[in-house]
């Protein structure tokens, strides 16, 4: 069903089968960080991805999309996000961005999240500032998400990841803006783009049926950010660390519920007092 905005807005029925795609999506994310370690390739990493998909019946709508040859996004250190997984080896304290997505009977869910790779024996290496970077990129996102309700404009999530960063971070991270979340359902990407950050722009409602991904991206340095010449990566133009977290999200009457996350998005959301629906699961 599409709105006159031509947002497709979803019955439950189809919300529980985006729910059985966001389940796959968070196997394979944990598949993957179970396996960041020292010595790893982002291309193995790709490979243990693309191994939990297949072993689900379901598919990667990354592969193949507009030519993307890999299941999944791998972004270290400058890379902000789109990086093609090769033969890149990971080191201990590289910050890593892993994004995935896949699709069950014709309905898509996308994730993303950002690590600092351990050392060889699990334990936390890197520097403080690239955990704080990881972390504060996390938490914009669930601000992000904890602001969409129904009958709200739908730019409240952008002013709720700008609140965010700009003043409990105190201005130390850069928000980047050319990229936005969007929404989602028969397509990875479809209406409406969702924007991390304070916009004059006009800006639909939030009703019922809306699912979108969002997807907040953060730097240690400014915000400007290019195109590699492989036409996919995306890097901070100073050479900046950059963390990227993403989740799909569906909108329902009683509350949200977080489609790619294990609990439904429980946890977070209870602890920033937003209902999560009692509709998608039992």
């Known amino acids: 069903m599409l709105g006159r905005e031509r947002i497709e807005y979803k019955t439950v029925e189809q919300v529980r089968t985006m729910r059985r795609a966001g389940l796959v999506v968070a196997d394979a994310l944990a598949a993957v960080r179970a396996a960041v370690r020292p010595g790893v390739t982002t291309d193995e990493l790709d490979a243990v991805a693309a191994g939990v998909i297949a072993d689900a019946g379901a598919t990667s709508n990354f592969l193949g999309y507009h030519g993307f040859p890999r299941t999944v996004c791998a972004s270290v250190d400058d890379e902000v996000v789109h990086g093609i997984p090769g033969a890149r080896v990971l080191d201990a304290g590289q910050v890593l961005s892993i994004d995935c997505g896949a699709v069950v009977e014709g309905w898509h869910g996308d994730s993303a999240f950002s690590v600092v790779v351990p050392h060889a024996d699990g334990s ?6 690239d955990h704080a970077l990881v972390a504060a990129t996390d938490e914009a996102m669930w601000r992000g998400i904890a602001a969409l309700a129904v009958g709200r404009p739908l730019a409240r999530v952008g002013e709720a990841v700008d609140d965010y960063v700009v003043d409990e971070c105190d201005g130390r ?11 989602i359902g028969t397509a990875m990407h479809q209406p ?11 800006s639909p409602r939030v009703r019922a ?16 950010t ?3 010449e492989d036409g996919w990566t995306v890097v901070t133009q100073d050479g900046s660390r950059a ?6 999200v569906a909108v329902l009457d009683d509350g949200l519920f977080v489609l790619t996350a294990p609990d439904g998005g429980r946890a977070r959301l209870g602890s920033l007092g937003v209902p999560v629906s009692a509709r998608v699961e039992g």
Do not use: Q
């Open 209 to 224: 049926g809306l699912c979108v991904a969002v997807e907040p991206m953060l730097t240690v340095g400014d915000a400007a």
């Open 173 to 183: 991270y850069g928000l980047v803006e050319e990229y936005t979340g969007h929404g």
């Open 243 to 248: 963390a990227h977290a993403e989740h799909s």
């Open 192 to 202: 409406p783009d969702v924007v991390h950050h304070r916009t004059r722009g006009r």
């Open 226 to 228: 290019r195109v590699l």
């Open 124 to 129: 936390r290496a890197g520097e403080d500032a």
